[in-house]
């Protein structure tokens, strides 16, 4: 009988745990177990009481090249003693396993694990702390690039727009919103004036769910799947919208983002025109990250995506935008 092909698996823990033994040196009582599934999936891996966190990237998600690039930066951000989960090497020195799954080639990382647990609801002093964290780990990435994406215009609003294209017909309201509002950011980041603009490597995911928290000050930042090159004020940008997204009440989310900023500049300042790109980089985020979601459709996505679920995207977004006094032209009246 043929074995049909698959376009995604899910590797057995069993046979994980015997691979890291293999790799690592790691004893016989070493425990594998799925974390979850999603973008990539995550396992949870303990030996002699040490735990660890072992991703497995989808087939095609990232090269070889773009994962070792990631990994580079995290290994210069633990030399600079930036607060992150770090990958391990195994007993050749190297970083990255290379298996044969049914799908094709995929990925695997062993990174160190990230102590604490996770907190939906940030106090203003953690907010701070996260301020202040972020900012050193800017003073470290400043200037630096990877061999991985350019975060700009194009893939932030332009390439994410076509990918949604995939899913949603163009002529419903919604689409039409992504679409002019694209055009709108387009023109303000091709016009900014980027000497005044801090440029680097940048996480462009950091909020609450991709980081550990032991008390209000210890915090470990994980998950560098997107980073890539950009205005480092994406960072800023990125975790006010999420704050924003989980914080209902407007004032306290104002509180908790001043904290957050305070301990930004506590450590490195924002210039007058990062600031004033912020809300707008936070716009061009909400449709970047709406793209890997219609890009994930097929094993991801799936179980959510819908053209109800678009109209409460846009819903959301359209919060951020009365909240930081964003009005899109030309957008159909109908939206």
Partial sequence: MTTFAVTDSTLSAVHLSLLIQEKYGFGKNTQCKLFRTGINHTYMVSENEIKYALRIYSYKWRTELEIREELRLLILLKENDISVSFPIPDLNGDYLQTINAPEGIRFGVLFSYAKGTKVRNLSANTCYSIGALMAKLHYTTINQTLNRVDYNSKTLTQLPYQY????FSESIPEMQFLKYAGEQLTTLFNGADSSKLRYGSVHLDLWYD???IEDEETITIFDFDFCGNGW?????????LQLFNTEPDLLVYQSKSD???KGYQDITL?????FSLIPHAGLALWIFYFGVQSQRFDNWSNIFLSENYLK???GIIRK?????EITIEGESKHV
């Fill in 164 to 167: 949604a294209t995939t899913h």
């Fill in 210 to 212: 991709n980081m550990n």
């Fill in 232 to 240: 480092l004020l994406l960072d800023l940008a990125y975790f006010n």
């Fill in 259 to 261: 904290s957050f900023i």
């Fill in 270 to 274: 924002i210039s007058e025109e990062e």
């Fill in 312 to 314: 409460h995207f846009i």
């Fill in 320 to 324: 951020w935008l009365k909240f930081n």
